[in-house]
């Protein structure tokens, strides 16, 4: 491991594994002078090396520049420490609350002076007070915080068995509002291993001769195995080429080093037949090729032949191959004593290209993000060669590939523009990444996708960071999700259980802002133009409790599908349109109930009107008002959570789940029967049969008229709940 960031002042044959710092899948070979011109990025001079990465192979020495906090990476870590910015999530219910508050600070005050000044009795503003006080409460949804800690709880349960930890449970939320994920290239859309893609003759044909050969030359060196080595030898197995070591042994070998950047073994078959088997890199494998395998034909390597080979490799390399020749030579003497000078006039019979290939999974994992509204976009430190052939393998559009140095160049109103229409940016520094975030966070929900040291700024930064169990511990800590399973297919299951947790809470703020707007509303009415309180303060807040403690069941409700199409945010706005279109519907079934209460059942079952009345009698027909008006809020505000829980018909097109089945029936049987036989103080209220049966039909009505407001509002608003 390097301790600290250097200025090499000596170097052999250094190659160093910078991966964590800057995303490349390759080593990088160091050296001790830097060429003209200088690159853009300190990350890529030839002559500096970093603290946080590690030596693969070769020897250095070096002048210590900076240590500690000062390094690339101490500087990556500083910025992990300050306070992070608010989320989508933090945004939108600190938003949604003082909405709320408003609210509560406009009605509160009106129902306190509309009943000081339109009611009788010394102890009416006492009265007024308490009144306003509780409609203060019934605004208020109290069950918010454990509504919402309940669904995002169960939320992290249900992911935890999807392979998904949440560390940070606002992050479900952001999950499921994220509009674009941004993501490293390496292990999310790769294997994040080397693998042996192509193994073809000279004219780039598939040969599997050439294979045969590659695979001698590394199953019997005994040097250190590279990753293309073991490519090799695992792409043998696969073509069940192995068994073929049996037919030969090795006589001696050359091992590979950085001068030659080749490597030979000798092998001798069964009939006593030797041959040189030499791989390595195309230009050092044409100093020692004097001929080619051509059209079938061993022939010379002429400048014209010399010219197809390169551009046949260079047509690899600009697709993000990495490309080795392989050769071979039948050895004359029978003892190999020419091995040591052995490595020339041979026989170039092909190439090995290899490449960290795509997952299987992930052209489908990103054609079904789509499906669900989630644009991704490649953020990474590799070359853009690979870069654009693993997007073109996955099928994700590179035409436009944005670069670190172009990025360095634009301000902020450029980058961000351009971030809109790219989908792939490539040759990023960790502040590259961060800053890309930070111009698309302005118009979306972001979630970022890394495992790397160079990932850590850009996840902290996102709404949602977003790491697996396999990543550097810094960027584990500065994630707020940790997948188990390094797949976008697993990350696509976080965002709709993240958007079934976002439908569930908005249910329960919706509904219950809703209703409970209507019902302030009809008490503003009703404190108006009634001589008396439409509802003790008691009534009200046993009836808000009733159904808050109903609504604990919405964290298990069932979601439909197509609302998880689509990313989902927290709106304020969009709720106070909700309240606005649906409070007033549920008004004109409460002030249809203040009339057939007041003027038809009442003095039906009391033998007289109000004013005709003595004390008591008013007493009791205000208490008979007051418990068919609680029976008939709770049974509406019940009936009217399973009619604004879908954009659908309810029960028939769309059914809650079994609890919110049970806890709504059990709430209209609760409060159904304090008011029937047990009373507010002033006794069991024995409401006539046609009562209910003016409740059956204001349900019926009140559920078709809900149900056809859906429809225009879901045209306006473009949702429901």
Known sequence: MIPADMKLISAKDLFINQSALTGESEPVEKYSDQKKPLPESPLECRDLVFMGSNVISGSAEGIVIVTGRETVFGAIAERLTG?????????????????????????????????????????????????????????TPEMLPMIVSANLAKGAVIMSRKKVIIKNLGAIQNLGAMDILCTDKTGTLTEDRIALEYHCNIHGEEDSRVLRHAFLNSYFQTGLSNLMDLAIIRHADEEEIKPLCRDYQKVDEI?????????????????????????????????????????????????????????????????????????????????????????????????????DPPKASAAE????????????????????AVTRHICGEVGLESSTILLGPELKRMSDEELEKAAEGANVFAKLSPDQKDRVVAVLRKHHTVGFMGDGINDATAMKSADVGVSVDTAVDIAKESADIILTEKDLNVLEQGIIE???TYANTMKYIKITASSNFGNMFSILAASIFLPFLPMLPVQLLILNLIYDISCLALPFDNVDEDYLKMPRKWNAGSISSFMMWFGP??????????????????????????????SDGKLAFAALFQAGWFVESQWTQTFVIH?????????????????????????ILVSTSLALFVGFG???????????????VALLAYSLLVSLMKKPFVRKFKELI
């Not at 690899?316 to 000078?341: C, M, Q, W, Y």
Request: with cysteine; aromatic share 10%; proline share 4%.
């Open 365 to 384: 994992a990103i054609e079904k993000l789509y499906e669900y509204g989630v644009s991704v976009k490649i953020l990474t430190g590799d070359n853009e």
């Open 585 to 614: 519907v549920s008004s004109i079934f409460d002030i249809t109930t203040y009339i057939v209460m007041f003027f038809v059942i009442c003095p039906a079952m009391l033998g007289g009107s109000y004013s005709g009345q003595t």
């Open 498 to 500: 993240g958007r079934r």
């Open 643 to 667: 009619s604004l829980r879908t954009r659908r018909i309810p029960f028939v097109q769309s059914r809650a789940s079994l609890p919110v089945f049970l806890m709504s029936g059990a709430g």
């Open 255 to 355: 091992p590979f080093d950085f001068n030659r950047r080749r490597m030979s073994v000798v092998v001798e078959d069964a009939n006593g037949k030797r041959q040189l088997i030499t791989k390595g890199a195309i230009e050092e494998m044409l100093d020692v090729c004097s001929y080619a395998e051509y059209e079938g034909n061993v022939e010379p390597v002429t400048d014209a032949l010399k010219r197809l080979i390169l551009e046949k490799a260079n047509d690899f390399n600009n697709k993000g191959f990495r490309v080795l020749g392989i050769a071979h030579k039948t050895l004359s003497s029978p003892d190999g004593s020419e091995l040591p000078i052995g490595e020339n006039d041979m026989v170039l019979i092909g190439y090995l290209a290899f490449l």
């Open 682 to 696: 002033r006794g069991p209220q024995q409401l006539p049969p046609q009562y209910f049966g003016y409740l059956a």
């Open 83 to 139: 306070k992070r910015e608010a989320t989508s999530f933090d945004i939108g219910i600190n938003r949604v609350s003082w909405m709320l508050i408003r609210f509560i600070l406009v009605m509160a005050p009106a129902v306190f002076l509309v009943n000081g000044l339109f009611k009788s009795g010394s102890d009416r503003w006492l009265n007024a007070l308490l009144f306003a006080l509780s409609v203060a409460v019934g605004l």
